[in-house]
């Protein structure tokens, strides 16, 4: 199926900008394949690299889908990677405008800078608004991370884009940046600023300098002022820093270049793939798009793969970036292959997760495929929730009716960094650790069974902080600050935090129970281990409390506090829905096909009647001595 296929080193002149008065030069890759001709024209794709990175990155996707006949042009990403201008997190007024005018290059609109000029890329008339296109060609894109925001950037404001895969990224970046993980207005959208992610924000900004001093060459403009950066970030940066808290306009810089901001305008099919090993563009992330999606009647579907920021490493036969032969893979091909090439094969629009507990033989295959490790959902939330109850100062309990009152009694502390769970994508090897006496913890007895939780728990709890709501009441950042997590402790007392999520929240009023959205998880407590709800002061990778002061928790009988937990039954975990590979099989006719007659029966027959699905056909026996004969409607 593989075929030969060209690879050409383009520039493209493009002018960006709210008001397109911003040139920025954009590198690229053109891959042909020998079969696209304007005689024969194919689909096209584009593909951009994650933050860093640059458009070799995709030099593997590009050749595998180009062997399968599909145009690719793989670009970098303004401020990376020979690309120049600063960079503008996605911006759809900069990142966005670059993109568009690829789409147009690709629609044979426009030449690229040497005025190589294309003609053999499939081209559409109408729009995904419903309105006639000029140089509308058929493409698609994908790529994870700042190149998954850069798909909906360009998507957003160019109705050519037939459909995007984009891969573990965001849906509001302030959330992204200083989550709040209560007080939501809209998916993760919240209306109390959040804490800073202190070790994420510093990484992107320690990226993007080394990034704009590797660029100099290309566009020496992009280090003057804020380096490498809209001079918007660096602001943004020292104002976090120093507050740990978003005020409104880092907010505002934030939501500008998220998708949250302007869903309504995404209505082609969009395939989300989200890491569960991912403390920067959580589960929520993809959730909150998704839901937003399908609400509008987009097709749309999430898969929950288990590599992401915090740990990029696919489980073997899970996704090849040069592979369309993993589970991933064909599900990604498969994708593009029914929305771009019409192929009859119709992807399911559902979710699947990967469950790291089921053992697939991998280490025994020479080609592992790690489809038997995915089950699916049809639709979100993916499990029921199952409700246990804070009693006493430490306890989790399953009946309401045994919950004992209590008061859990800590500390927060200026700046204090209590407890450590990781240092972004750097380390994640280290236990986890809190400090005694800055946190408290509500535990289950051991567990009869084994416990599958599949998606997003939630905690209600009444918490005072007499200090941090007193200055609070003047200064947001001033506000308690706590963060959020579930421990899996086994019999010998070893803790397990699930790929080290936790949610920080700020508590905006503490007369009223505050509800808590923790880590979306897909992890199996075993029979005989505890789940341990921890509400801790601080965390090494976070900026923490401004006021120091005692933090209690109170339990009581008559409105206890919650935690709810989505939890699947082993038997309720469907296994995985995959449109059929494209060339691994032959379409039947809906109308016509043949049945086989027994040798010792064919005298007797005269004639049958046959069900499909339910669906009566007739006229199944032709002649008496027929061995084979038609059916039809």
Same mark, same amino acid.
């Given at each position: 199926?593989?075929?030969?296929?060209?690879? #050409?080193?383009?520039?493209?002149?493009? +002018?960006?900008?709210?008001?397109?008065?911003?040139?920025? =030069?954009?590198?690229?890759?053109?891959?042909?394949?020998?079969? @696209? +001709?304007?005689?024969?024209?194919?689909?096209?794709?584009?593909?951009?690299?994650?933050?860093?990175?640059?458009?070799?990155?995709?030099?593997?996707?590009?050749?595998?889908?180009?062997?399968?006949?599909?145009?690719?042009?793989?670009?970098?990403?303004?401020?990376?990677?020979?690309?120049?201008?600063?960079?503008?997190?996605?911006?759809?007024?900069?990142? &966005?405008? %670059?993109?568009?005018?690829?789409?147009? *290059?690709?629609?044979?609109?426009?030449?690229?800078?040497? &005025?190589?000029?294309?003609?053999? $890329? #499939?081209?559409?008339?109408?729009?995904?608004?419903?309105?006639?296109?000029?140089?509308?060609?058929?493409?698609?894109?994908?790529?994870?991370?700042?190149?998954?925001?850069?798909?909906?950037?360009?998507?957003?404001?160019?109705?050519?884009?037939?459909?995007?895969?984009?891969?573990? +990224?965001?849906?509001?970046?302030?959330?992204?940046?200083?989550?709040?993980?209560?007080?939501?207005?809209?998916?993760?959208?919240?209306?109390?600023?959040?804490?800073?992610?202190?070790? /994420?924000?510093?990484?992107?900004?320690?990226?993007?300098?080394?990034?704009?001093?590797?660029?100099?060459?290309?566009?020496?403009?992009?280090?003057?002022?804020?380096?490498?950066?809209?001079?918007?970030?660096?602001?943004?940066?020292?104002?976090?820093?120093?507050?740990?808290?978003?005020?409104?306009?880092?907010?505002?810089?934030?939501?500008?270049?998220?998708?949250?901001?302007?869903?309504?305008?995404?209505?082609?099919?969009?395939?989300?793939?989200?890491?569960?090993?991912?403390?920067?563009?959580?589960?929520?992330?993809?959730?909150?798009?998704?839901?937003?999606?399908?609400?509008? &009647?987009?097709?749309?579907?999430?898969?929950?793969?288990?590599?992401?920021?915090?740990?990029?490493?696919?489980?073997?036969?899970?996704?090849?970036?040069?592979?369309?032969?993993?589970?991933?893979?064909?599900?990604?091909?498969? /994708?593009?292959?029914?929305?771009?090439?019409? %192929?009859?094969?119709?992807?399911?629009?559902?979710?699947?997760?990967?469950?790291?507990?089921?053992?697939?033989?991998?280490?025994?295959?020479?080609?592992?495929?790690?489809?038997?490790?995915?089950?699916?959902?049809?639709?979100?939330?993916?499990?029921?929730?199952?409700?246990?109850?804070?009693?006493?100062?430490?306890?989790?309990?399953? !009946?309401?009716?045994?919950?004992?009152?209590?008061?859990?009694? *800590?500390?927060?502390?200026?700046?204090?960094?209590?407890?450590?769970?990781?240092?972004? %994508?750097?380390?994640?090897?280290?236990?986890?650790?809190?400090?005694?006496?800055?946190?408290?913890?509500?535990? =289950?007895?051991?567990?009869?069974? !084994?416990?599958?939780?599949?998606?997003?728990?939630? @905690?209600?709890?009444?918490?005072?902080?007499?200090?941090?709501? %007193?200055?609070?009441?003047?200064? $947001?950042?001033?506000?308690?600050?706590?963060?959020?997590?579930?421990?899996?402790?086994?019999?010998?007392?070893?803790?397990?935090?699930?790929?080290?999520?936790?949610?920080?929240?700020?508590?905006?009023?503490? =007369?009223?129970?505050?509800?808590?959205?923790?880590?979306?998880? $897909?992890?199996?407590?075993?029979?005989?281990?505890?789940?341990?709800?921890?509400?801790?002061?601080?965390?090494?990778?976070?900026?923490?409390?401004?006021?120091?002061?005692?933090?209690?928790?109170?339990?009581?009988?008559?409105?206890?506090?919650?935690?709810?937990?989505?939890?699947?039954?082993?038997?309720?975990?469907?296994?995985?829905?995959?449109?059929?590979?494209?060339?691994?099989?032959?379409? @039947?006719?809906?109308? #016509?096909?043949?049945? =086989?007659?027994?040798?010792?029966?064919?005298?007797?027959?005269?004639?049958?009647?046959?069900?499909?699905?339910?669906? @009566?056909?007739?006229?199944?026996?032709?002649?008496?001595?027929?061995? /084979?004969?038609?059916?039809?409607?």
């Amino acid at each position: 199926m593989a075929g030969p296929f060209t690879v #050409k080193a383009l520039s493209f002149a493009t +002018t960006v900008g709210p008001a397109s008065d911003v040139p920025c =030069t954009v590198a690229a890759d053109l891959y042909t394949p020998a079969s @696209a +001709t304007a005689a024969t024209p194919k689909p096209a794709l584009m593909a951009t690299n994650g933050f860093g990175g640059s458009k070799s990155d995709l030099a593997g996707f590009a050749r595998a889908y180009a062997a399968r006949g599909y145009v690719v042009l793989a670009y970098s990403g303004l401020g990376f990677g020979g690309s120049g201008c600063k960079i503008t997190l996605d911006d759809p007024d900069f990142d &966005g405008k %670059a993109g568009r005018e690829l789409v147009t *290059f690709l629609g044979g609109g426009r030449s690229a800078s040497d &005025g190589t000029r294309i003609d053999y $890329v #499939k081209r559409d008339a109408v729009g995904s608004d419903g309105r006639p296109t000029v140089d509308d060609p058929r493409v698609g894109m994908f790529g994870g991370s700042y190149g998954g925001q850069s798909q909906f950037a360009v998507a957003g404001i160019d109705p050519r884009v037939d459909t995007i895969v984009p891969s573990i +990224t965001w849906n509001d970046l302030a959330y992204s940046l200083a989550p709040n993980n209560t007080s939501f207005s809209n998916g993760v959208s919240y209306e109390t600023p959040g804490v800073e992610k202190f070790d /994420w924000v510093s990484l992107f900004f320690a990226v993007g300098l080394v990034n704009g001093a590797s660029g100099l060459q290309n566009d020496p403009k992009r280090n003057v002022g804020c380096p490498n950066f809209d001079d918007r970030a660096c602001v943004a940066k020292a104002q976090l820093d120093a507050e740990g808290a978003p005020n409104a306009a880092t907010i505002a810089f934030a939501r500008h270049a998220s998708v949250s901001s302007y869903i309504d305008a995404i209505r082609i099919p969009t395939l989300l793939a989200q890491g569960q090993a991912d403390t920067l563009f959580n589960l929520q992330e993809s959730i909150a798009t998704f839901r937003s999606l399908r609400a509008r &009647g987009v097709p749309a579907k999430m898969i929950w793969q288990s590599h992401g920021h915090s740990d990029s490493s696919p489980e073997p036969g899970e996704l090849r970036i040069d592979s369309t032969d993993t589970y991933q893979g064909r599900t990604f091909l498969a /994708w593009f292959d029914h929305y771009l090439k019409d %192929a009859p094969a119709k992807p399911s629009l559902d979710i699947s997760y990967f469950r790291d507990w089921v053992d697939y033989g991998a280490a025994k295959l020479p080609v592992p495929d790690a489809t038997p490790a995915f089950a699916r959902s049809a639709g979100y939330p993916v499990a029921p929730s199952r409700r246990l109850f804070l009693s006493s100062t430490n306890a989790l309990v399953g !009946d309401a009716g045994s919950v004992v009152a209590g008061t859990s009694v *800590f500390g927060a502390v200026t700046g204090g960094a209590t407890s450590f769970t990781e240092v972004s %994508a750097i380390d994640q090897t280290p236990p986890v650790t809190d400090v005694p006496g800055s946190f408290a913890q509500y535990s =289950t007895p051991p567990l009869a069974d !084994d416990t599958d939780v599949v998606g997003v728990p939630t @905690a209600e709890f009444r918490i005072s902080a007499p200090a941090s709501a %007193a200055a609070g009441s003047a200064s $947001v950042p001033q506000l308690l600050a706590v963060f959020v997590k579930l421990y899996d402790i086994a019999p010998d007392g070893t803790i397990t935090l699930k790929r080290r999520l936790i949610s920080p929240t700020r508590v905006a009023d503490q =007369t009223v129970p505050v509800k808590v959205e923790l880590p979306g998880i $897909v992890h199996r407590f075993a029979k005989g281990h505890r789940i341990a709800l921890t509400i801790s002061t601080g965390d090494t990778a976070y900026r923490t409390n401004n006021v120091t002061g005692p933090v209690s928790i109170t339990t009581d009988p008559a409105r206890p506090g919650v935690l709810e937990l989505p939890v699947a039954s082993p038997a309720g975990q469907e296994p995985v829905v995959e449109a059929q590979a494209p060339g691994n099989a032959r379409c @039947a006719s809906r109308r #016509k096909f043949r049945v =086989t007659v027994k040798r010792s029966l064919r005298a007797r027959v005269r004639s049958g009647r046959v069900l499909v699905n339910a669906s @009566a056909w007739r006229r199944c026996v032709a002649g008496v001595r027929a061995r /084979w004969s038609t059916c039809a409607r």
